[in-house]
Every structure is written in C-alpha cells, then in structure tokens.
C-alpha cells in the first residue's frame, strides 16, 4: 500500500509563510494527480490544490496566488508552498495522492497549521 507522510505544518504568523512536504512510499510519476486538502475544526474537508501530472496545476480561490505545489520527482515528494498566510487558513492539511482515474485514494496523516493574527 502506499504511505504519504506529511511534514512542515506549525504555527505562524499571519503574513507568514510555510511549506508543507508530502513524501510518499512510490514513485509520484505514477501518479496522475496528487492534491491538498484541509479541515478546519468543525468543518468538511475542502480542497485547496492539484498537480496533474504533465498537465496543469489547480488551485481553490481561497489560495489562488498564495500557494503553489509542486513535484519533486527525484524526492517522491510533493511541496505546498503557502505565503501570505491568513488566520483563515489554519486548518489540518492533508496529501491526496491517485495513480488514475476509477483507482483508489490514498491519503496521508496531515499537518497542523495554525496561523495567528
């Protein structure tokens, strides 16, 4: 089965900046899409962003200018880089990973951010 480890979450100021890792247990090249997601407490799990591989990336509107993924293949790991951190933003963020369409999710632990004013 497939591991995703997640690391970089912490507390930071508003303005701030983090940047959230994802390794996984595969090679991500066999992955057609790999996403973030967060939750907030007492919220659904919404979705923030996707690398497609060899397509595009996506981003919710919430964070559209603010954060970007990215792959590192040679690392199996995949990046979210957040800057302009707002109070809104704290929440758990989790890794989603899928090879193809139809197939399994897989998902990792998450990782606490929580942005201060």
């Known amino acids: 089965q497939v591991e995703l480890v997640e690391s970089g979450g912490g507390l930071v100021q508003a303005g701030g900046s983090l940047r959230l890792s994802c390794a996984a247990s595969?090679?991500?090249?066999?992955?057609?899409?790999m996403r973030w997601y967060r939750q907030a407490p007492g919220k659904q799990r919404e979705w923030v962003a996707t690398d497609t591989k060899g397509a595009s990336t996506d981003y919710a509107d919430s964070v559209k200018g603010r954060f970007t993924i990215s792959r590192d293949y040679a690392k199996n790991t995949v990046y979210l880089q957040m800057n302009s951190l707002k109070p809104e933003d704290t929440a758990v963020y989790y890794c989603?990973?899928?090879?193809?369409?139809?197939?399994?999710?897989?998902w990792g632990q998450g990782t606490q951010v929580t942005v201060s004013s």
């Open positions: 595969r090679n991500i090249f066999n992955f057609n899409a």
């Open positions: 989603n990973a899928q090879a193809a369409w139809g197939q399994d999710h897989y």
